[in-house]
């Protein structure tokens, strides 16, 4: 992974005006996620949790397109208190939750 590059474009998003989850939409937004495609569920997973706003949304992204696993969505659900980009994270939950449940 291009950590340098990754660091670059979330700058970019970071100096974007307005709330974290409407950066989805940009192109610095789609390169990072495509940058993070090949990190494991863990790795992601602890950066959703970290203190970086956009870095976590773009985790939270690569996750959501991501075939759910039942032990990565309990993990994302023990974050619900703590993480700072609780819409990022409930859009992600979202594909990853069965309807009903």
Same mark, same amino acid.
């Given at each position: 992974?291009? %950590?340098?590059r990754? *660091?670059? &474009? $979330?700058?970019?998003? =970071? +100096? @974007? #005006?307005?709330? #974290?989850? =409407? ?6 937004h789609?390169?990072?996620?495509a ?6 569920? %863990? *790795?992601?997973? +602890?950066?959703?949790?970290?203190? %970086?706003?956009?870095?976590? $949304?773009?985790? &939270? *992204?690569? &996750?959501?397109?991501? #075939?759910p %696993?039942?032990?990565? #969505?309990?993990?994302?659900w023990?974050?619900?208190? @703590?993480?700072?980009?609780?819409? $990022?994270?409930?859009l ?6 069965? !309807?009903? !449940?």
């Amino acid at each position: 992974m291009a %950590d340098g590059r990754l *660091e670059e &474009l $979330c700058e970019t998003l =970071r +100096r @974007t #005006t307005g709330p #974290t989850w =409407r950066l989805h939409g940009l192109p610095e937004h789609a390169e990072a996620v495509a940058l993070l495609a090949g990190a494991g569920d %863990d *790795e992601l997973v +602890r950066m959703a949790a970290d203190g %970086d706003r956009v870095r976590a $949304c773009v985790a &939270l *992204e690569v &996750l959501r397109r991501r #075939t759910p %696993d039942e032990v990565v #969505t309990e993990e994302l659900w023990s974050l619900v208190p @703590t993480v700072a980009v609780r819409r $990022c994270l409930l859009l992600t939950l979202d594909e990853r939750v069965p !309807q009903g !449940q």
